[in-house]
């Protein structure tokens, strides 16, 4: 039994480490001529930790990451909206919450998986079914051929837009920068999001003075005078912003800057196509306000590996999937474009009153939330 994985993120090799855990060894198809994240900071809540658990690779991750006392939110001033104590919830749902660069994670998964399961520049561009194989042919002219197909292609995945043509990716309405800079972070306990009206702005440190910041503005999709923009230009942005935001960018260079608009995934109608699965963004890709893109990828690699022990077919295993994971990742998909629409909301007045709003809502009432989000039982 051959299975293919297309697609060497997040969600492709944990899925492979976790199907090599069941005596499984699947092959990565991934287009880039090396397996490199692209991106910069990470966060690996607690859900996604207690994926890497199961798969008993939480401490070669935990040894590259770096862990978070609380995640924060404030105004523009500095001023708290609301706190998140990130080390009571980690007790609470069995594993902490840690910030990583991304190249270290893809150092890590990799180092889990052999070298010759990870086949790179083998960009997928099309592929059909011939009897109960499923023929792929890539960029380069070679072809392959495989039983099952593990579709982890990420947002623009052309497995998916084959299968689901009318599924088309949704613009949030907001552009972002996001870089790893040099900056001393051993004081910092905390990740920030600082909401006001000229924008959000994150700042999330890593292990070894290292620090991830991010920024979204509203724009009009693909506004090209964003992808010039320099760091001159944000700080003429977010200058007033409270500290260390303009100490921040003053320690960015512009080439640093990664910028792209921010898009998810309209619903699918479903994941699971015969022999072929969708999984990662490829099947919910959501907008970043809930870091939960990337822990549902590794929750869907945990669960497919758990399932397809139990099930007594491949076809059987996709199906269930498809039925555990349908109604959980779309959740995260609308509830973080909500949160998206509220923390953007660049209108002084409303904005302030959306704070308002915020500071006195009931701990129940986040807390119901982080239970939903963090406390998955694998
Ligand atoms: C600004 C921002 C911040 C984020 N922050 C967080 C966070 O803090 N926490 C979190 O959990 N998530 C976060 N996310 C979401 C997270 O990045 C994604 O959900 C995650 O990377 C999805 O992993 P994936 O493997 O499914 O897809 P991808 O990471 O997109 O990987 C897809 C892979 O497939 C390859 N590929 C593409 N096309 C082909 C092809 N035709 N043939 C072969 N290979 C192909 C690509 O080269 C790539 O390696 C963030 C996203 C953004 C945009």
């Known amino acids: 039994m051959e299975i293919g994985i297309t697609g060497g993120g997040i969600a492709g090799l944990t899925t492979a480490i976790a199907l090599k855990r069941t005596g499984i060894q699947a092959v990565v198809y991934e287009a880039a001529p090396e397996i490199k994240a692209v991106g910069a900071g990470i966060g690996l809540a607690a859900n996604a930790m207690k994926g890497f658990q199961k798969l008993g690779i939480d401490q070669a991750i935990m040894q590259e990451g770096r862990l978070l006392d609380a995640l924060v939110i404030k105004d523009e001033r500095g001023r708290l ?3 998140t104590d990130t080390l009571a919830s980690s007790k609470k749902y069995g594993a902490d919450n840690f ?3 991304r190249a270290r994670l893809h150092q890590v998964l990799m180092s889990y998986l052999d070298a010759a399961a990870v086949h790179t520049n083998k960009r997928l561009l099309h592929f059909e079914r011939n009897g109960d194989k499923v023929h792929l042919h890539f960029a380069d002219g070679s072809q392959g051929s495989v039983d099952y197909l593990i579709a982890a292609d ?3 995945s052309p497995v998916r837009q084959k299968l689901l043509p009318n599924v088309s990716t949704r613009y949030a309405g907001y552009t972002c920068w996001r870089a790893v800079i040099d900056y001393p972070t051993d004081h910092l306990r905390e990740a920030s999001e600082t909401w006001g009206p000229n924008g959000r702005f994150g700042v999330v440190p890593l292990k070894d003075n290292k620090l991830y910041w991010y920024a979204c503005v509203k724009a009009k999709e693909n506004d090209l ?3 010039n923009y320099t760091v001159e230009d944000l700080l003429q942005n977010f200058g007033s912003y409270h500290h260390p935001i303009p100490e921040v960018l003053q320690n960015t260079k512009t080439e640093q800057l990664i910028w792209n608009d921010i898009a998810d995934l309209s619903p699918l109608p479903q994941y699971a196509f015969d022999t072929i699965l969708l999984i990662g963004d490829a099947a919910h890709a959501t907008t970043p306000n809930m870091g ?3 822990c549902q990828a590794i929750e869907d690699a945990v669960i ?3 399932t397809i022990k139990k099930a007594p077919s491949l076809l059987d295993a996709f199906k269930e999937f498809e039925r555990l994971r349908m109604a959980r990742t779309q959740y995260i998909v609308k509830q973080s474009r909500l949160i998206g629409e ?10 302030g009153l959306r704070n308002s709003l915020m500071r006195a809502l009931p701990a129940s009432a986040q807390q119901k939330q982080l239970d939903k989000v ?3 039982e694998f």
């Open 304 to 306: 497919l590996a758990d």
């Open 99 to 101: 910030t990583i660069h």
């Open 342 to 351: 509220v923390a953007q909301l660049q209108n002084k007045l409303i904005g």
């Open 81 to 83: 909206i609301t706190k």
């Open 225 to 227: 005078q964003y992808k």
């Open 292 to 294: 939960q893109g990337a």
């Open 154 to 156: 990420g947002i623009h």
């Open 374 to 376: 963090l406390g998955v």
